[in-house]
């Protein structure tokens, strides 16, 4: 995975953090996270800010 498979990252993130509000995530904590989930293979100097909202958006269309 990388940071622009932004739909596979928020499926993903649905899945491992089920209790957790996608809205109350700091991007710190996000970015944090995403690195750790397995397949995930990018530097982290690619990520931005724009990507890590689309990937929460995507997160919180799972879960609802």
Do not use: H, S, Y
């Amino acid at each position: 995975m990388k940071w622009t498979d932004v739909q596979e990252i928020g499926m993903a993130l649905a899945d491992t953090k089920p209790g957790v509000d996608p809205l109350a995530v700091r991007f710190t904590d996000l970015m944090d996270w995403v690195m750790a989930l397995p397949g995930f293979d990018d530097e982290v100097k690619r990520c931005n800010e724009k990507i890590l909202e689309a990937i929460q958006q995507v997160w919180i269309a799972e879960r609802d």
